[in-house]
């Protein structure tokens, strides 16, 4: 009988990890954290009078956190509970990271357990390192654990202090996050510089010259010894820099013309040696930016896809800031690269990777392939699939590279004079030609990073051919060319990552989430891979800015993590430095969180949510979303306050792209009476196409509609009709006009039988009529619709077709539609895989378990193994357990739980000694 209870945090991890270990072991999986601190409305009466009620924490008495079991996870701690009883000992195998070891403590403190308690942790999941993790066990390392416990205190403290805030003075249900929010500033800034920008024009020369049948590309670099102006040398406000020359079209044609006539000569040849370093093995963050060049992967994708590698044994663990490799990683890496490349490609002695991140910490090894042989992409390829696949073999790609011998080469610049003769521009010119040519791969073989930089313009990277100085060469093309100076690129995911992690915000464990948070709470969205900040992140920032400056400051957030760490490493106290953070700092007599929030009446709510846009046009955040004004003063000499042109804008627009011009063009339809298409040919009114809130429509001005404006059931309305998805507004005719204001149309009728109360039978002429619904398009046969597939059958559709489709039975709700995607057989149930629109939402199905797509997920791009992943995720956790009544039982237990919280510093003391004696 198996006596060792082994628990882990998924139920993946939890079936490979019971393959290495025998039968005197049984594996469990906690599915993730068990309890964590409620929200103060979930909490007992009795408790919410008392010093936890505000936040769940008490402030006054060293911020003491206040746990409950999480509903949704009894069953499990049930279970947990059974399963010790016939244990005589107990593995703690969550991750070795703050996260997981707060999990392990979470556990501790909730199963009790009375048999020895041992820590086991691993950095991969291989039959090897399991079996060593098993004989290698340590205590619980309550640093970390006061270290996790501070950082989930202090979000908690963040957000219901600054959340409010944003309530009462942007919108409702917004949310502030102490790295959310530093993030979404980021992304704010850069847009703010786009706004800012002001493009810049310019002309140049390209020449093409040929040396003994080989041509090269060439551009122009000076005239008359002076500079000729690029893009580089042009601030964001247009102006030039320095004493470039800047050349417009004229110009720079005159240029080209000239030396097309001119004899061209090598002035200088420079050569010199090309020495390139590889890259270091990956560390979460770096993983994310590759994933999301190379493989399209968004960082939320890239963890996921990450963490299966992991769970199922073949990569190390996907959470680190190291870049180190074990002794046998390095003998694995090198002899890989040996084989594959030969001797040649590896140095001497193996590579060792500094960590250049601020605040690196986590004392773990870099991703990599896991155990002491690597297996090749060829190896797993019959056992990976997809996205899994994509991941392993750039992971292994980048671990064998980093331990490759540097690439080597020569770079070669030429430099061409032409004597321009009379042209009115200069009398001579130089042109300019780099090239690189690696005569040695070295790691190249094997990888070569990605960039979010923009690809380099040609000739940068050609290859060139051997010349001389003082060498003749025919000039056979040259051609003036514009450019115009871009704006600084918006963050991708990847490279927002990056920039986060120089600047010290966050961990690389939270950069995935963060960026999702920022893209679920409506702050940020994605236009290709570009990151746009909406109108609402300016008004939230704005606010964060004036009255919160230190909480958005990048400093001040990259020392928070500082401190977090020294608590981690128990050389700082947790209670001390929350009460620093939320009550300030008599000694630097720094204000804390409470101070912060304390008066609030000074910020004025309209002047946060207004953003300037120039020419008397602003854009304001409003409680129905954002709109554009205008304030056109009067003309009249009346004196009378001038009322303000407003319209309603989507976020379809970038921040950037709101210029004065385009403010005045959406103004101009808000403020359009509509196209006139003609008169109704019965009514003599006017028929006219507009586009309103709900899409474009057509719609028969009434003249009694135009009077004064009358309530309730007085009030005239024009008939209205919405546009079919195929019609465009600034196409559609009277005649379509009038089509679609004749709807419902009447496709004929049909005789029934109907029997009244007294089981009298007669027959009765009942009606089919075609109609556009808020559903889409359907019939009405009395009390019952069915769906039609498109709108044009609304005209088309035959009174036998219809009835076609009333002799099928009903279907429940609205007509089933097709499968979005399809995938292959899941690898649990065996059946097929589509992805399905359902009435709230997308969601994915293999016909017996259903499962919702979470925020991020796209429908139209979502990958096989995520739908896996979300089908095994939704299996794992099992039918929804609440009934009616569940909440009132929810509460009844958390009474009897609050009982014993006024003994809370007393029993955490307790579990820290036991923990040490296990």
Same mark, same amino acid.
């Given at each position: 009988?198996?006596?060792?209870?082994?628990?882990?945090?998924?139920?993946?991890?939890?079936?490979?990890?019971?393959?290495?270990?025998?039968?005197?072991?049984?594996?469990?999986?906690?599915?993730?954290?068990?309890?964590?601190?409620?929200?103060?409305?979930?909490?007992?009466?009795?408790?919410?009078?008392?010093?936890?009620?505000?936040?769940?924490?008490?402030?006054?008495?060293?911020?003491?956190?206040?746990?409950?079991?999480?509903?949704?996870?009894?069953?499990?701690?049930?279970?947990?509970?059974?399963?010790?009883?016939?244990?005589?000992?107990?593995?703690?195998?969550?991750?070795?990271?703050?996260?997981?070891?707060?999990?392990?403590?979470?556990?501790?403190?909730?199963?009790?357990?009375?048999?020895?308690?041992?820590?086991?942790?691993?950095?991969?999941?291989?039959?090897?390192?399991?079996?060593?993790?098993?004989?290698?066990?340590?205590?619980?390392?309550?640093?970390?654990?006061?270290?996790?416990?501070?950082?989930?205190?202090?979000?908690?403290?963040?957000?219901?202090?600054?959340?409010?805030?944003?309530?009462?003075?942007?919108?409702?249900?917004?949310?502030?996050?102490?790295?959310?929010?530093?993030?979404?500033?980021?992304?704010?800034?850069?847009?703010?510089?786009?706004?800012?920008?002001?493009?810049?024009?310019?002309?140049?020369?390209?020449?093409?010259?040929?040396?003994?049948?080989?041509?090269?590309?060439?551009?122009?670099?000076?005239?008359?010894?002076?500079?000729?102006?690029?893009?580089?040398?042009?601030?964001?406000?247009?102006?030039?820099?320095?004493?470039?020359?800047?050349?417009?079209?004229?110009?720079?044609?005159?240029?080209?013309?000239?030396?097309?006539?001119?004899?061209?000569?090598?002035?200088?040849?420079?050569?010199?040696?090309?020495?390139?370093?590889?890259?270091?093995?990956?560390?979460?963050?770096?993983?994310?930016?590759?994933?999301?060049?190379?493989?399209?992967?968004?960082?939320?994708?890239?963890?996921?896809?990450?963490?299966?590698?992991?769970?199922?044994?073949?990569?190390?663990?996907?959470?680190?800031?190291?870049?180190?490799?074990?002794?046998?990683?390095?003998?694995?890496?090198?002899?890989?690269?040996?084989?594959?490349?030969?001797?040649?490609?590896?140095?001497?002695?193996?590579?060792?990777?500094?960590?250049?991140?601020?605040?690196?910490?986590?004392?773990?090894?870099?991703?990599?392939?896991?155990?002491?042989?690597?297996?090749?992409?060829?190896?797993?390829?019959?056992?990976?699939?997809?996205?899994?696949?994509?991941?392993?073999?750039?992971?292994?790609?980048?671990?064998?590279?980093?331990?490759?011998?540097?690439?080597?080469?020569?770079?070669?610049?030429?430099?061409?004079?032409?004597?321009?003769?009379?042209?009115?521009?200069?009398?001579?010119?130089?042109?300019?030609?780099?090239?690189?040519?690696?005569?040695?791969?070295?790691?190249?073989?094997?990888?070569?990073?990605?960039?979010?930089?923009?690809?380099?313009?040609?000739?940068?990277?050609?290859?060139?051919?051997?010349?001389?100085?003082?060498?003749?060469?025919?000039?056979?093309?040259?051609?003036?060319?514009?450019?115009?100076?871009?704006?600084?690129?918006?963050?991708?995911?990847?490279?927002?990552?990056?920039?986060?992690?120089?600047?010290?915000?966050?961990?690389?464990?939270?950069?995935?989430?963060?960026?999702?948070?920022?893209?679920?709470?409506?702050?940020?969205?994605?236009?290709?891979?570009?990151?746009?900040?909406?109108?609402?992140?300016?008004?939230?920032?704005?606010?964060?800015?004036?009255?919160?400056?230190?909480?958005?400051?990048?400093?001040?957030?990259?020392?928070?993590?500082?401190?977090?760490?020294?608590?981690?490493?128990?050389?700082?106290?947790?209670?001390?430095?929350?009460?620093?953070?939320?009550?300030?700092?008599?000694?630097?007599?720094?204000?804390?969180?409470?101070?912060?929030?304390?008066?609030?009446?000074?910020?004025?709510?309209?002047?946060?949510?207004?953003? $300037?846009? =120039?020419?008397? %046009?602003? +854009?304001?955040? !409003? &409680? *129905? @979303? /954002?709109?554009?004004? #205008?304030?056109?003063?009067?003309?009249?000499?009346?004196?009378?306050?001038?009322?303000?042109?407003?319209?309603?804008?989507?976020?379809?627009?970038?921040?950037?792209?709101?210029?004065?011009?385009?403010?005045?063009?959406?103004?101009?339809?808000?403020?359009?009476?509509?196209?006139?298409?003609?008169?109704?040919? $019965?009514? =003599?009114?006017? %028929?006219? +196409?507009?586009? !309103? &809130? *709900? @899409? /474009?429509?057509?719609? #028969?001005?009434?003249?009694?509609?135009?009077?004064?404006?009358?309530?309730?059931?007085?009030?005239?309305?024009?008939?209205?009709?919405?546009?079919?998805?195929?019609?465009?507004?600034?196409?559609?005719?009277?005649?379509?006009?009038?089509?679609?204001?004749?709807?419902?149309?009447?496709?004929?009728?049909?005789? $029934?039988?109907?029997?009244?109360?007294?089981?009298?039978?007669?027959?009765?002429?009942?009606?089919?009529?075609?109609?556009?619904?808020?559903?889409?398009?359907?019939?009405?046969?009395?009390?019952?619709?069915?769906?039609?597939?498109?709108?044009?059958?609304?005209?088309?559709?035959?009174?036998?077709?219809?009835?076609?489709?009333?002799?099928?039975?009903?279907?429940?709700?609205?007509?089933?539609?097709?499968?979005?995607? $399809?995938?292959?057989?899941?690898?649990?149930?065996?059946?097929?895989?589509?992805?399905?629109?359902?009435?709230?939402?997308?969601?994915?199905?293999?016909?017996?378990?259903?499962?919702?797509?979470?925020?991020?997920?796209?429908?139209?791009?979502?990958?096989?193994?995520?739908?896996?992943?979300?089908?095994?995720?939704?299996?794992?956790?099992?039918?929804?357990?609440?009934?009616?009544?569940?909440?009132?039982?929810?509460?009844?237990?958390?009474?009897?739980?609050?009982?014993?919280?006024?003994?809370?510093?007393?029993?955490?003391?307790?579990?820290?000694?036991?923990?040490?004696?296990?």
């Amino acid at each position: 009988m198996a006596n060792k209870l082994v628990i882990v945090e998924s139920p993946a991890k939890a079936k490979t990890i019971a393959g290495y270990l025998g039968g005197d072991f049984v594996v469990e999986a906690s599915v993730g954290h068990i309890r964590d601190i409620p929200t103060p409305s979930e909490m007992p009466a009795e408790m919410k009078k008392g010093p936890y009620g505000r936040f769940g924490v008490n402030i006054e008495e060293g911020f003491e956190p206040y746990y409950v079991v999480d509903p949704d996870k009894k069953k499990k701690v049930t279970e947990l509970r059974r399963l010790l009883k016939d244990a005589d000992s107990l593995y703690l195998a969550t991750d070795e990271d703050r996260e997981g070891e707060a999990i392990a403590w979470h556990l501790l403190e909730t199963l009790k357990p009375k048999v020895p308690v041992q820590r086991m942790v691993f950095h991969e999941i291989t039959r090897e390192a399991i079996e060593r993790a098993v004989g290698e066990t340590r205590e619980l390392d309550l640093d970390l654990v006061d270290a996790q416990e501070t950082r989930r205190i202090l979000d908690r403290l963040y957000g219901y202090e600054v959340s409010p805030v944003l309530w009462r003075k942007v919108k409702a249900g917004l949310s502030a996050g102490r790295v959310q929010s530093v993030a979404t500033r980021i992304v704010v800034e850069r847009e703010r510089e786009r706004m800012a920008f002001k493009v810049a024009s310019y002309w140049d020369v390209e020449g093409t010259f040929v040396s003994g049948g080989s041509p090269f590309v060439a551009r122009l670099s000076s005239l008359d010894g002076t500079k000729v102006a690029a893009g580089r040398d042009f601030d964001d406000t247009g102006a030039l820099k320095g004493t470039a020359r800047r050349l417009d079209e004229r110009a720079a044609t005159a240029v080209a013309e000239s030396t097309l006539a001119a004899e061209a000569t090598v002035t200088s040849v420079a050569e010199k040696p090309y020495t390139r370093r590889p890259y270091a093995p990956f560390t979460t963050s770096t993983m994310q930016q590759e994933a999301g060049r190379k493989l399209g992967l968004g960082s939320r994708d890239a963890m996921r896809v990450a963490q299966r590698l992991y769970e199922n044994g073949y990569i190390t663990y996907m959470r680190t800031d190291s870049t180190n490799l074990s002794r046998a990683a390095l003998s694995a890496a090198r002899g890989q690269a040996r084989d594959m490349y030969g001797g040649d490609y590896v140095p001497d002695s193996p590579r060792v990777y500094g960590k250049k991140a601020k605040n690196a910490q986590e004392a773990h090894e870099a991703i990599r392939p896991a155990g002491d042989r690597f297996r090749t992409p060829a190896q797993v390829a019959g056992e990976l699939r997809g996205d899994e696949f994509r991941l392993y073999e750039l992971i292994w790609k980048r671990t064998i590279a980093s331990q490759m011998a540097d690439a080597k080469g020569s770079t070669a610049t030429i430099r061409v004079g032409a004597d321009l003769g009379g042209c009115e521009v200069a009398s001579s010119a130089e042109y300019t030609a780099s090239g690189t040519v690696i005569t040695f791969k070295g790691f190249l073989a094997a990888y070569e990073e990605g960039t979010d930089a923009p690809k380099e313009t040609k000739g940068d990277s050609a290859r060139l051919p051997k010349l001389t100085e003082g060498a003749s060469l025919e000039v056979r093309d040259a051609t003036p060319l514009g450019h115009e100076t871009s704006p600084p690129a918006r963050y991708t995911e990847a490279s927002l990552v990056k920039i986060m992690e120089e600047k010290g915000i966050g961990r690389p464990s939270t950069y995935a989430s963060t960026i999702s948070t920022i893209q679920d709470r409506g702050y940020v969205r994605r236009r290709g891979s570009a990151l746009i900040p909406t109108w609402l992140a300016f008004a939230v920032t704005r606010l964060m800015e004036v009255h919160f400056t230190r909480l958005v400051d990048y400093d001040f957030t990259a020392a928070m993590e500082e401190d977090l760490d020294e608590i981690a490493r128990g050389e700082g106290q947790r209670a001390e430095w929350l009460r620093r953070f939320y009550f300030g700092d008599e000694a630097s007599e720094a204000s804390g969180l409470a101070g912060l929030v304390s008066d609030l009446g000074d910020i004025d709510a309209r002047a946060i949510s207004t953003i $300037e846009i =120039g020419d008397g %046009v602003v +854009v304001r955040v !409003g &409680r *129905y @979303g /954002p709109y554009v004004e #205008e304030v056109v003063p009067t003309s009249d000499g009346s004196g009378e306050e001038p009322k303000p042109k407003r319209a309603s804008i989507t976020d379809d627009i970038a921040p950037d792209e709101m210029t004065p011009a385009k403010a005045r063009e959406i103004l101009a339809q808000a403020a359009d009476d509509g196209r006139v298409l003609g008169t109704h040919p $019965e009514t =003599g009114n006017e %028929v006219i +196409v507009k586009t !309103g &809130r *709900y @899409g /474009p429509f057509v719609t #028969e001005v009434l003249p009694e509609a135009q009077e004064k404006p009358k309530k309730g059931k007085a009030k005239v309305k024009s008939p209205t009709a919405s546009l079919f998805k195929s019609m465009d507004p600034a196409t559609v005719d009277l005649e379509q006009a009038l089509r679609l204001l004749s709807l419902p149309r009447t496709v004929g009728t049909v005789t $029934e039988t109907r029997t009244d109360e007294e089981g009298n039978e007669s027959q009765v002429e009942v009606p089919i009529t075609a109609q556009n619904g808020r559903y889409g398009p359907y019939l009405k046969k009395g009390t019952d619709s069915r769906s039609l597939e498109t709108e044009e059958q609304i005209f088309s559709l035959t009174l036998e077709e219809a009835q076609a489709i009333y002799a099928q039975p009903k279907r429940r709700g609205r007509a089933a539609k097709p499968p979005l995607r $399809e995938f292959e057989e899941d690898p649990e149930s065996g059946k097929k895989v589509v992805v399905k629109d359902g009435r709230f939402g997308p969601y994915v199905t293999d016909g017996e378990t259903n499962a919702t797509l979470r925020a991020g997920d796209d429908p139209a791009t979502v990958s096989q193994e995520r739908a896996f992943e979300l089908l095994a995720e939704k299996r794992a956790k099992g039918p929804s357990t609440r009934k009616k009544g569940a909440k009132k039982a929810t509460k009844k237990t958390a009474k009897k739980t609050a009982k014993k919280s006024t003994a809370k510093s007393t029993k955490k003391t307790a579990a820290k000694k036991t923990a040490k004696k296990s």
